[in-house]
C-alpha cells in the first residue's frame, strides 16, 4: 500500500513569496489533514477536509494561508505572503473516516524555511 | 480545548534499559490515542493505536497503555537499542488529532 505522497520535500523562499505545497493521500482515504511542525513542537493542525468538504479550519491563519483539496483525493497548501515564523515542516495525513477508530498516517513532511 | 502534555522532554539511557514514556492529556472524551516516532528530518510513523475501549496495545518491544479516566497513557520500551533513538510523539483523537510536544529519546550503545 503507498503512503502519503507530499512534495516538494525542501523548499527555501524568501519573505512575502508565496509557495504551495502538494498531497497525495492513501488512495480510498476521505479525510485529509495539514499539520505545521515548527521546531521543537508537536504538529498543529492547520485544516482538515471530509472528501472535498472542510472540517476544521479554526487555527489555519486565513489572511495567508489557503488550501484546497479538489475531487476529494489530492491537497494544496499555499502561503501568500510568507513570514519568517512559516518556518516549519508541513505535515500531510490521511486516515479512512474523520472520527472513530480511523488511524492518521502521515507523509514525510516539507520542509519550509522563510528567509 | 484539548491539552496534551508528554513527560520527560528528553531521556537519555544506555542500550538495554526499559523505559517509560508519558502522555497525559486534559480531556477524556477521546476517541482513540496513537504513539507515533519521528527521526530527525523525518514525518511520523505510527507505532501503536488504542482505542478508547482497550487498555492496551503491543507490537514486538513496544506496549502501550491507556487510563481514560485519569487522562494518561504511557509508552513502554523494553530492551533498548540505539535505533530507538528518535522522538515519541503522542496524540489524543477527539474532535480533532492534538499531539503533545514530543519525548526525544537517546539510547546510547
Known amino acids: 500500500e503507498a503512503g502519503v505522497a507530499q512534495s516538494p520535500r525542501y523548499k527555501i523562499i524568501e519573505k512575502r513569496q508565496s509557495v504551495a505545497f502538494w498531497c497525495n493521500p492513501i488512495?480510498?482515504?476521505?479525510?485529509l489533514y495539514w499539520y505545521q511542525q515548527i521546531l521543537g513542537q508537536g504538529p498543529k493542525l492547520l485544516i482538515q477536509f471530509q472528501n472535498n468538504g472542510v472540517v476544521d479550519d479554526s487555527q489555519l491563519p486565513k489572511d495567508r494561508f489557503s488550501a484546497e483539496r479538489l475531487k476529494g483525493v489530492d491537497s494544496t497548501l499555499k502561503i501568500q505572503p510568507a513570514k519568517l515564523e512559516d518556518s516549519a515542516v508541513y505535515l500531510c495525513a490521511s486516515s479512512l473516516g474523520p472520527l472513530g477508530g480511523a488511524e492518521a498516517f502521515f507523509g514525510q513532511g516539507t520542509r519550509l524555511t522563510v528567509v | 480545548k484539548q491539552e496534551v502534555t508528554q513527560i520527560p522532554a528528553a531521556l537519555s539511557v544506555p542500550e538495554g534499559e526499559n523505559l517509560v514514556l508519558n502522555c497525559s492529556f486534559t480531556?477524556?472524551?477521546?476517541?482513540?490515542l496513537q504513539w507515533f516516532r519521528q527521526d530527525p528530518g523525518k514525518g511520523l510513523t505510527s507505532l501503536l493505536l488504542?482505542?478508547?475501549?482497550?487498555r492496551e496495545q503491543t507490537s514486538g518491544r513496544l506496549n502501550a497503555s491507556l487510563d481514560k479516566s485519569s487522562g494518561r497513557s504511557t509508552l513502554y520500551i523494553a530492551a533498548s537499542q540505539p535505533g530507538d533513538s528518535a522522538t515519541y510523539l503522542c496524540a489524543a483523537r477527539g474532535s480533532r488529532l492534538t499531539f503533545g510536544e514530543g519525548t526525544q529519546l537517546t539510547v546510547n550503545p
Open positions: 480531556d477524556s472524551a477521546i476517541y482513540n
Open positions: 488512495s480510498g482515504h476521505a479525510t
Open positions: 488504542i482505542q478508547s475501549s482497550q
